[in-house]
């Protein structure tokens, strides 16, 4: 069977995810309700650097679905939750994109990269795991670098990050929490049910 074919369910499960309580590491995340602030995912920028461009009037009457966070070209781009990889590739507008499904089945797209890292689709990937760099790929050819940043309910439904991004906090890793082993995938108690 081609790869192409594959389905996405068909992809996690030949990939071995699976957690070490017997379920699907999969079914396991959806489970899990979203977190209620998201760390800033490129490297660097504080809250305070944050502008909150969503709803902002785009070309072709469009609205921004998300916030511009603004960086020097290859800075490293983290995952904001844990998750698995969706999409990862040229998609249109958003030019060189990452997508993640994070906990409760929330998506989290990346856009405009200059570069992806090494993860393949259907692989878990941790908080902070860098999943790509600071470009102006796509649509935003012609402006400065940055991420586009963008949540989409389960449904589809755009949400507005920047609240839950202005408070979190950026990434700070010791070189021991980087280095110890990852935690077991559990699902977390019932808790608010929108990013």
């Known amino acids: 069977m081609a790869l192409a074919a594959l389905s996405f369910g068909a992809l996690l499960a030949s990939t071995g995810c699976i957690s070490p309580r017997g379920g699907s590491a999969w079914a396991a ?33 469009r609205r ?19 998750g698995i ?11 060189l994109v990452v997508t993640v499904i994070g906990p409760g089945g929330y ?6 990269l200059e570069d992806v890292a090494a ?17 102006n790929s ?10 586009h940043y963008g949540v989409y309910t389960p449904g589809g439904k755009a949400v507005n990050p920047y609240p839950y991004l202005r408070t979190g906090a950026s990434f700070n890793f010791s ?13 977390a108690a019932a808790g608010p049910t929108a990013p």
């Open 107 to 112: 998506r989290h797209y990346y856009a405009h």
């Open 29 to 61: 995340l959806l489970r899990q309700a979203p977190p209620a602030a998201f760390p800033i995912p490129v490297d660097g920028v504080s809250p305070a650097r944050l502008i909150n461009s969503w709803g902002n009037r785009r070309g072709g009457g």
């Open 138 to 147: 796509g649509n935003a050819a012609a402006s400065s670098p940055h991420l």
């Open 119 to 135: 993860q393949v689709i259907g692989e878990w990937v941790h908080a902070g795991e860098i999943i790509g760099y600071v470009g």
């Open 64 to 82: 921004h679905q998300g916030i511009d966070i603004m960086a020097p070209r290859g800075t490293p781009i983290r995952s904001t939750t844990e």
């Open 85 to 95: 990889i969706e999409t990862k590739g040229m998609r249109g507008l958003g030019g």
């Open 175 to 187: 070189r021991a929490a980087i280095e110890a082993p990852a935690p077991a995938v559990e699902p």
